[in-house]
Protein backbone atom coordinates (compact mmCIF):
# COMPACT_ATOMS: atom_id res chain seq x y z
CA UNK A 1 0.00 0.00 0.00
CA UNK A 2 1.17 3.23 -0.86
CA UNK A 3 1.50 5.82 1.82
CA UNK A 4 0.15 9.42 -0.05
CA UNK A 5 1.27 12.51 2.33
CA UNK A 6 -1.60 14.44 2.43
CA UNK A 7 -1.06 18.44 1.79
CA UNK A 8 -0.91 20.68 5.09
CA UNK A 9 -4.29 22.27 5.62
CA UNK A 10 -4.30 26.01 5.29
CA UNK A 11 -4.61 26.54 9.14
CA UNK A 12 -1.39 24.60 9.54
CA UNK A 13 -0.35 27.04 7.00
CA UNK A 14 -1.68 30.47 8.69
CA UNK A 15 1.25 32.97 9.57
CA UNK A 16 -0.58 33.41 13.23
CA UNK A 17 2.25 36.16 13.72
CA UNK A 18 1.26 38.09 10.91
CA UNK A 19 -2.55 37.80 12.28
CA UNK A 20 -1.55 38.94 15.47
CA UNK A 21 0.19 41.91 13.69
CA UNK A 22 -2.86 42.57 11.69
CA UNK A 23 -4.88 42.70 14.95
CA UNK A 24 -3.17 45.18 16.62
CA UNK A 25 -2.42 46.98 13.42
CA UNK A 26 -6.74 47.16 13.07
CA UNK A 27 -6.58 48.24 17.60
CA UNK A 28 -4.44 50.79 16.98
CA UNK A 29 -6.38 52.43 13.77
CA UNK A 30 -9.50 52.16 15.69
CA UNK A 31 -8.22 53.88 18.50
CA UNK A 32 -6.83 56.87 16.53
CA UNK A 33 -9.90 57.00 14.27
CA UNK A 34 -12.77 57.22 17.42
CA UNK A 35 -10.59 58.19 20.68
CA UNK A 36 -10.39 61.84 20.83
CA UNK A 37 -7.40 61.95 22.56
CA UNK A 38 -5.50 59.00 20.50
CA UNK A 39 -6.57 61.33 17.90
CA UNK A 40 -5.11 64.72 19.44
CA UNK A 41 -2.20 62.78 19.78
CA UNK A 42 -1.53 61.36 16.52
CA UNK A 43 -2.20 64.63 15.04
CA UNK A 44 0.45 66.41 17.39
CA UNK A 45 2.93 63.54 15.99
CA UNK A 46 2.65 62.66 12.67
CA UNK A 47 4.79 65.77 11.77
CA UNK A 48 7.59 63.64 13.28
CA UNK A 49 7.06 61.07 10.83
CA UNK A 50 8.33 63.13 7.83
CA UNK A 51 11.37 64.39 9.90
CA UNK A 52 11.97 60.25 10.53
CA UNK A 53 11.78 59.42 6.73
CA UNK A 54 13.75 61.85 6.05
CA UNK A 55 16.56 61.46 8.29
CA UNK A 56 16.61 58.01 7.51
CA UNK A 57 16.60 57.97 3.66
CA UNK A 58 19.57 60.33 3.16
CA UNK A 59 21.75 59.06 6.11
CA UNK A 60 21.19 55.13 4.73
CA UNK A 61 21.71 56.35 1.11
CA UNK A 62 25.11 58.10 2.19
CA UNK A 63 25.91 55.25 4.46
CA UNK A 64 25.43 52.51 1.42
CA UNK A 65 27.55 54.63 -0.81
CA UNK A 66 30.70 54.85 1.75
CA UNK A 67 29.89 51.11 2.45
CA UNK A 68 30.48 49.96 -0.89
CA UNK A 69 33.73 52.07 -1.04
CA UNK A 70 35.12 50.71 2.38
CA UNK A 71 34.26 46.96 0.90
CA UNK A 72 36.06 47.72 -2.03
CA UNK A 73 38.83 48.96 -0.12
CA UNK A 74 38.44 45.99 2.13
CA UNK A 75 38.69 43.53 -0.90
CA UNK A 76 41.24 45.70 -2.92
CA UNK A 77 43.93 43.27 -2.51
CA UNK A 78 46.49 46.91 -1.54
CA UNK A 79 47.80 46.54 1.58
CA UNK A 80 47.05 49.90 2.56
CA UNK A 81 43.54 50.67 1.46
CA UNK A 82 42.68 47.04 3.29
CA UNK A 83 44.06 48.03 6.34
CA UNK A 84 43.07 51.60 6.12
CA UNK A 85 39.03 50.05 5.79
CA UNK A 86 40.05 47.46 8.04
CA UNK A 87 40.68 50.20 10.50
CA UNK A 88 38.01 52.25 10.20
CA UNK A 89 35.16 49.45 10.02
CA UNK A 90 36.45 48.11 13.94
CA UNK A 91 36.64 51.07 15.13
CA UNK A 92 32.95 52.40 14.10
CA UNK A 93 31.64 49.28 14.87
CA UNK A 94 32.97 49.20 18.69
CA UNK A 95 31.65 52.58 19.65
CA UNK A 96 27.83 52.47 20.58
CA UNK A 97 25.39 54.62 18.05
CA UNK A 98 23.97 56.91 20.72
CA UNK A 99 28.23 57.84 22.04
CA UNK A 100 28.94 58.04 18.30
CA UNK A 101 25.90 60.82 18.01
CA UNK A 102 26.82 62.91 20.67
CA UNK A 103 30.66 62.86 19.67
CA UNK A 104 29.69 63.91 16.28
CA UNK A 105 27.55 66.66 17.45
CA UNK A 106 29.41 67.89 20.04
CA UNK A 107 32.95 67.45 19.08
CA UNK A 108 33.07 66.49 15.14
CA UNK A 109 30.83 69.32 14.09
CA UNK A 110 32.66 72.13 15.84
CA UNK A 111 35.53 70.49 14.35
CA UNK A 112 34.55 70.50 10.97
CA UNK A 113 33.19 74.41 11.20
CA UNK A 114 36.85 75.49 12.48
CA UNK A 115 38.03 73.57 9.20
CA UNK A 116 35.67 75.12 6.81
CA UNK A 117 36.54 78.42 8.55
CA UNK A 118 40.03 77.69 8.02
CA UNK A 119 39.74 77.31 4.64
CA UNK A 120 37.72 80.36 3.88
CA UNK A 121 39.99 82.48 5.22
CA UNK A 122 41.08 83.76 2.04
CA UNK A 123 37.55 84.78 1.31
CA UNK A 124 36.81 86.44 4.28
CA UNK A 125 33.96 84.41 4.64
CA UNK A 126 33.04 82.96 8.07
CA UNK A 127 30.48 80.15 8.82
CA UNK A 128 28.86 79.59 12.33
CA UNK A 129 28.51 76.40 14.29
CA UNK A 130 24.42 77.32 14.44
CA UNK A 131 24.67 77.39 10.64
CA UNK A 132 25.38 73.45 11.02
CA UNK A 133 21.60 72.24 11.97
CA UNK A 134 21.41 69.32 14.65
CA UNK A 135 19.38 67.37 11.84
CA UNK A 136 22.30 67.11 9.72
CA UNK A 137 24.87 66.20 12.86
CA UNK A 138 22.53 63.32 12.66
CA UNK A 139 22.57 62.81 9.29
CA UNK A 140 26.37 62.67 9.70
CA UNK A 141 26.14 60.39 12.89
CA UNK A 142 23.83 57.97 11.35
CA UNK A 143 25.94 57.86 8.42
CA UNK A 144 29.15 57.07 9.45
CA UNK A 145 28.10 54.94 12.21
CA UNK A 146 25.91 52.65 9.76
CA UNK A 147 28.39 52.68 6.71
CA UNK A 148 30.94 50.31 8.74
CA UNK A 149 27.69 47.47 9.06
CA UNK A 150 27.04 47.98 5.42
CA UNK A 151 30.78 47.82 4.46
CA UNK A 152 30.43 44.10 6.01
CA UNK A 153 27.54 43.30 4.09
CA UNK A 154 28.28 44.31 0.27
CA UNK A 155 32.12 42.51 1.54
CA UNK A 156 30.66 39.27 2.19
CA UNK A 157 28.80 39.23 -1.18
CA UNK A 158 32.03 40.36 -2.68
CA UNK A 159 33.65 37.51 -1.51
CA UNK A 160 30.88 34.90 -2.21
CA UNK A 161 31.37 35.02 -5.78
CA UNK A 162 33.20 32.24 -6.79
CA UNK A 163 36.42 33.23 -7.68
CA UNK A 164 37.18 31.03 -10.91
CA UNK A 165 34.86 33.24 -12.50
CA UNK A 166 37.00 36.23 -11.62
CA UNK A 167 39.56 34.58 -13.09
CA UNK A 168 37.77 33.58 -16.43
CA UNK A 169 36.62 37.14 -17.19
CA UNK A 170 40.09 38.69 -16.63
CA UNK A 171 41.60 35.75 -18.76
CA UNK A 172 39.08 37.31 -21.58
CA UNK A 173 40.52 40.64 -21.04
CA UNK A 174 38.29 42.52 -18.80
CA UNK A 175 39.56 45.27 -16.77
CA UNK A 176 39.00 44.83 -12.91
CA UNK A 177 35.83 47.56 -13.19
CA UNK A 178 34.01 45.70 -15.77
CA UNK A 179 34.99 42.43 -13.40
CA UNK A 180 33.42 44.13 -10.96
CA UNK A 181 29.85 45.70 -12.69
CA UNK A 182 29.66 42.45 -15.11
CA UNK A 183 29.96 39.46 -12.96
CA UNK A 184 30.89 40.53 -9.05
CA UNK A 185 28.54 42.82 -8.59
CA UNK A 186 25.11 41.25 -10.02
CA UNK A 187 25.90 37.89 -8.35
CA UNK A 188 26.45 39.54 -4.95
CA UNK A 189 23.58 41.54 -5.12
CA UNK A 190 21.44 38.49 -4.58
CA UNK A 191 23.31 38.10 -1.27
CA UNK A 192 23.55 41.72 -0.08
CA UNK A 193 19.94 42.98 -0.92
CA UNK A 194 18.39 40.90 2.39
CA UNK A 195 20.73 42.08 4.93
CA UNK A 196 21.07 45.30 3.50
CA UNK A 197 17.14 45.64 3.39
CA UNK A 198 17.08 44.86 7.32
CA UNK A 199 19.93 47.71 7.73
CA UNK A 200 17.65 50.12 6.59
CA UNK A 201 14.37 48.63 9.10
CA UNK A 202 17.38 48.78 12.12
CA UNK A 203 18.11 52.36 11.00
CA UNK A 204 14.35 53.52 11.00
CA UNK A 205 14.48 52.40 14.78
CA UNK A 206 18.00 53.75 15.50
CA UNK A 207 17.02 56.93 14.17
CA UNK A 208 14.73 57.60 17.42
CA UNK A 209 18.30 58.53 18.98
CA UNK A 210 18.30 61.97 17.08
CA UNK A 211 15.84 62.54 19.55
CA UNK A 212 18.63 62.98 21.84
CA UNK A 213 20.15 66.10 20.15
CA UNK A 214 16.54 68.01 20.18
CA UNK A 215 15.51 67.12 16.49
CA UNK A 216 11.97 67.21 16.08
CA UNK A 217 11.26 63.65 14.92
CA UNK A 218 8.25 60.90 16.05
CA UNK A 219 10.27 60.25 19.93
CA UNK A 220 10.97 64.01 20.57
CA UNK A 221 7.34 65.08 19.31
CA UNK A 222 6.14 62.17 21.40
CA UNK A 223 8.48 63.47 24.56
CA UNK A 224 7.48 66.82 24.58
CA UNK A 225 3.76 65.93 24.33
CA UNK A 226 3.71 63.67 27.11
CA UNK A 227 5.93 65.58 29.64
CA UNK A 228 2.92 68.87 28.78
CA UNK A 229 0.26 66.99 28.76
CA UNK A 230 1.27 63.53 31.23
CA UNK A 231 -0.44 61.57 29.01
CA UNK A 232 2.62 59.03 28.81
CA UNK A 233 0.60 55.71 28.14
CA UNK A 234 -1.54 57.42 25.19
CA UNK A 235 1.34 59.02 23.96
CA UNK A 236 4.10 56.16 23.92
CA UNK A 237 1.33 54.07 22.46
CA UNK A 238 1.13 55.82 19.56
CA UNK A 239 4.95 56.44 19.76
CA UNK A 240 5.17 52.60 18.99
CA UNK A 241 1.91 52.25 17.04
CA UNK A 242 3.99 54.68 14.34
CA UNK A 243 7.57 53.27 14.50
CA UNK A 244 5.97 49.39 14.18
CA UNK A 245 3.87 50.43 11.38
CA UNK A 246 6.96 51.26 9.17
CA UNK A 247 9.74 48.43 10.28
CA UNK A 248 6.74 45.53 9.90
CA UNK A 249 5.93 46.87 6.68
CA UNK A 250 9.45 47.28 5.49
CA UNK A 251 10.00 43.82 7.07
CA UNK A 252 7.12 42.13 4.92
CA UNK A 253 8.94 43.62 1.94
CA UNK A 254 12.40 42.15 2.91
CA UNK A 255 10.87 39.03 3.27
CA UNK A 256 8.77 38.86 0.22
CA UNK A 257 12.16 40.02 -1.40
CA UNK A 258 14.02 37.32 -0.26
CA UNK A 259 10.96 34.76 -1.35
CA UNK A 260 11.39 36.34 -4.65
CA UNK A 261 15.36 35.99 -4.89
CA UNK A 262 15.41 32.62 -3.85
CA UNK A 263 12.38 31.63 -6.53
CA UNK A 264 14.72 33.06 -9.03
CA UNK A 265 18.02 31.85 -8.27
CA UNK A 266 17.50 28.28 -8.31
Known sequence: MTYIPRKPSILSRMPWWLLAIGLLF?????????DAGYSQIFRALSGGV???????LIAFFAATLIGLLVA????????????????????????????????????GAPFMVGAVNWLLQPFDTLVTIRQFDFVWR???????????FIAEIFRAGIESVDRGQLEAARSLGLSRWKCFRLVTFP???RTILPPLANDFVSMIKDSALVSALGVQDITQLGKVYSSGT??????????????LTMTISLSLLVRLLERYLRENTR
Open 26 to 34: VVGLWAISN
Open 50 to 56: LTTVWVT
Open 72 to 107: LARTSGNRILCETATFYVEIIRGIPVLVFLFYVAFV
Open 138 to 148: AIVALTICYSA
Open 187 to 189: QAL
Open 230 to 243: FLFFETYNVVAFLY
